[in-house]
């Protein structure tokens, strides 16, 4: 799993790396609405952490332009409370809304409260299908034009995970 974290405090960035780091999720980083919607476009994220208040392009913009084209789920985190400013989040598409000063383990209790949901999604976001290619996560089975390709179970998840992410490249360990 890989997040992007988008807010302009290094430190917010830094100190919720390193416990998402702890739960085996990988984070990526930007400091402006501009660098983070360009980050958006070269790589598919799990999930997304958006500061309201950025440089360049403002988080309610960014979560309203993400929104057009993906569903990923994104969680606020601002240090504007108001009630008013949380429901406009939810309403320009958050999933979550974290006002600062926040606790860590509380972001990334969110975050795998968002991932869990993710991973209990249905059949068809199981399955992936490029041109002739089908992966099939939920039967651990591959085919190439309508013929069965005989793969190890850790095989298949490594096709899948590749398949579903095209625009990102992964070290051995991920």
């Known amino acids: 799993m890989i997040g992007l974290l988008c807010d302009d405090e290094t430190i917010v960035k830094d100190t919720l790396a390193i416990y998402l780091q702890q739960e085996d999720i990988l984070s990526d980083f930007a400091c402006d ?12 994220y799990d999930f997304i952490v958006l500061d309201l208040m950025m440089p360049k392009i403002n988080g309610l913009d960014v979560c309203k332009e993400i929104r057009k084209t993906s569903s990923v789920p994104i969680l606020m985190l601002t240090a504007r409370g108001e009630e008013i400013d949380r429901i406009l989040g939810f309403e320009l ?25 993710i991973q209990n999604q249905s059949l068809d976001d199981k399955v ?11 039967t651990y089975s591959v085919s190439y034009d309508g013929l069965s390709c005989v793969m190890t ?10 398949a579903s992410h095209t625009q990102q490249v992964f070290s051995r360990e991920q």
Do not use: C
């Open 33 to 44: 609405g501009e660098e983070a919607l360009q980050k958006i476009k070269e790589k598919n």
């Open 128 to 138: 992936i299908k490029h041109n002739q290619l089908t992966i099939n996560l939920s």
């Open 153 to 162: 179970p850790k095989e298949v998840e490594i096709m899948h995970l590749l």
């Open 93 to 117: 598409g958050a999933d979550d809304y974290i006002v600062k000063p926040f606790s860590s383990r509380e972001v990334v209790a969110r975050v795998k409260a968002i991932l869990r949901r």
